[in-house]
T-cell receptor, first 113, second 115 residues
Framework: EPEVTQTPSHQVTQMGQEVILRCVPI?????FYWYRQILGQKVEFLVS????????KSEIFDDQFSVERPDGSNFTLKIRSTKLEDSAMYFC???????????FGEGSWLTVV | GDSVTQMEGPVTLSEEAFLTINCTYT??????LFWYVQYPGEGLQLLLK?????DKGSNKGFEATYRKETTSFHLEKGSVQVSDSAVYFC??????????????FGQGTTLQVKP
């Protein structure tokens, strides 16, 4: 079964450093998403991306965050200057059409120290 | 705005017991409803879904029926196994080109099944 793959699985970074989380969505999917889950809390939507632009973003997704699809297969989330409160599991996801079944990757644990 | 509320956990059951995890939602119109499962140390996996009122989603012995009149999508399984121990998330999403496809999640319910 096709799957969404994410790298790295775990990253530890110092506060203030830039982090890039990478994702390879399912190949025929057109909609891409990032979600995050702070330990013990609910999964929160960050951003959706379609046709090379952001289609919706949450209030969490401030100027410190950006997304990019640099080539035909990768989808990245960049955090410009990490804060302690950015420590979370970040999930990449994709879907074939808007709102259709959304498939999630296994997540990237980000620990900011 | 849209929201999803799940019953508080953890839920602890013995093997072969009947499971119900309650989920209610607040939304205008006709959203789609989903249950995702997160096994320890893993990502989110779609368990089942329903896209319109009275639809029943089912998978791996789990079922949930989309009840518009009670705005609910409760998850049930007739006989749980130890391997069902996981966190279960109810979620709401919308189809269509005018929607961005994001999901709204409930807070998750931890299920622990003891042998």
């Amino acid at each position: 079964e096709p799957e969404v793959t994410q790298t790295p699985s775990h990253q530890v970074t110092q506060m203030g450093q830039e982090v890039i989380l990478r994702c390879v969505p399912i190949s025929n999917h057109l909609y891409f998403y990032w979600y995050r889950q702070i330990l013990g809390q609910k999964v929160e939507f960050l951003v959706s991306f379609y046709n090379n632009e952001i289609s919706e973003k949450s209030e969490i997704f401030d100027d410190q965050f950006s997304v990019e699809r640099p080539d035909g297969s990768n989808f990245t989330l960049k955090i410009r200057s990490t804060k302690l409160e950015d420590s979370a599991m970040y999930f990449c996801a994709s879907s074939e059409i808007s709102g259709n079944t959304i498939y999630f990757g296994e997540g990237s644990w980000l620990t900011v120290v | 705005g849209d929201s999803v509320t799940q019953m508080e956990g953890p839920v602890t059951l013995s093997e072969e017991a009947f499971l119900t995890i309650n989920c209610t939602y607040t939304a205008t119109g006709y959203p789609s409803l989903f249950w995702y499962v997160q096994y320890p140390g893993e990502g989110l996996q779609l368990l089942l879904k329903a896209t319109k009122a009275d639809d029943k989603g089912s998978n791996k012995g789990f079922e949930a029926t989309y009840r518009k009149e009670t705005t609910s999508f409760h998850l049930e399984k007739g006989s749980v196994q130890v391997s069902d121990s996981a966190v279960y998330f109810c979620a709401l999403g919308r189809y269509g080109s005018s929607n961005t496809g994001k999901l709204i999640f409930g807070q998750g319910t931890t299920l622990q099944v003891k042998p």
